[in-house]
């Protein structure tokens, strides 16, 4: 829902406008303001709820769910630049920085709920210069705050598919698409410290993208992590496993594609998949050789704006994009996640 920055709001004018969109629609002229308000908004809905037959939460345990909520959200911040399975104080001062803009919104009706807010950013568009007889395609690129939003979102859907739903001892294996999504021992700690509060029986993010950012085709909406014994277990044994040193370091690539060039007749292509720069808040992208039998579900998941994942080496370039050194078959972020548990 668009409203030209023009008008003011409170005046005349923006009143008239929002009782005709609310009658058009069928909606509360409270709801229609409120949803123009947030246009430019993620939303990460915490959630808790008191014990059955209570209608409140200890303070205390408000105030370590929000606590939580806060360190989730920077731990996600830090993951969507790289993905790693543990932070330690090497937080990201640009995820940081963005973390700092989001807001604690009026808290809602329901069990203990507050909405996080966190707006999106209008990104700079990609400079196309193509070579004659080269086919190339581009998509708006992600802004650096829906990734972190995102990141979070996938980072919880991922926990809950491969550790929470089979309900077993956790293996490093069964955390492997769980850190590739974003999860971090910081993230997961910070849920263990939401559950473990007493009068609090469950924990719930909720996830509204911004409009004026369309989301992801795939984008979770909701995720539930209980509050009892075997979750708890879980989690906490999932933190431990996540703070053991591991020698190889995660090699993986995640984030939207952005453009795709290929040269009719060429067995290959080239995709860039956007990622965070290494040195600033804009974003980076890095290059990727793909074979051309592969093009066609490629250009599908950059139309349905999909996260991939590609794992090898990356090259740096001085004044170039990086470029990922072998040819590459990119698959979607949620391909990984759908794997069973063995």
Known sequence: MYVPP???????????????????????????????????????????????????IPLEAGATVVGS??????????????????????????????????????????????????????????????????????????????????????????FEKHILQPAREPRMSDLTPVIIAGGTKEMLAQVSNALSEPGVSWLETGFTWAPAEAPSADAPTRVVIPAENDSRTLVAKSVKLLSTPKSDPLRVITGPIIHISHAPGEATGEIAIQTPSPTSSRYGR???????????????????????????????????????????????????????PQ
């Open 6 to 56: 023009v008008v003011t709001r409170g005046s005349f004018t923006w009143s008239d406008l929002i009782m005709r969109i609310a009658s058009a629609q069928g909606e509360g002229a409270g709801a229609v303001e409120r949803a123009i308000e947030l246009v430019r908004f993620d939303v990460t809905r915490f959630r808790v709820d008191s014990a059955p037959g209570a209608h409140a």
């Open 69 to 158: 909520a806060f360190g989730m959200l920077r731990a996600a911040a830090t993951a969507a630049r790289r993905p790693r399975q543990s932070i330690g104080s090497n937080y990201s001062r640009i995820g940081d920085e963005i973390v700092r803009e989001a807001q604690l919104a009026h808290t809602e009706v329901g069990s203990f709920v507050f909405p996080v807010m966190l707006k999106v950013s209008p990104p700079e568009p990609l400079p196309e210069t193509p070579l004659p007889g080269v086919d190339v395609n581009s998509t708006r690129p992600e802004s650096p705050e829906r990734r972190v939003t995102r990141t979070l979102a996938q980072a919880l859907t991922a």
């Open 286 to 340: 890095v290059e990727v050789v793909v074979r051309a039998e592969q093009l066609t579900e490629i250009h599908h998941w950059m139309d349905q704006g999909t996260t991939v994942v590609v794992h090898g080496v990356v090259e740096r370039r001085p004044g170039r994009p990086a470029k990922l050194k072998d040819i590459a078959t990119p698959r979607p972020l949620d391909d990984t996640l759908a794997i069973a």
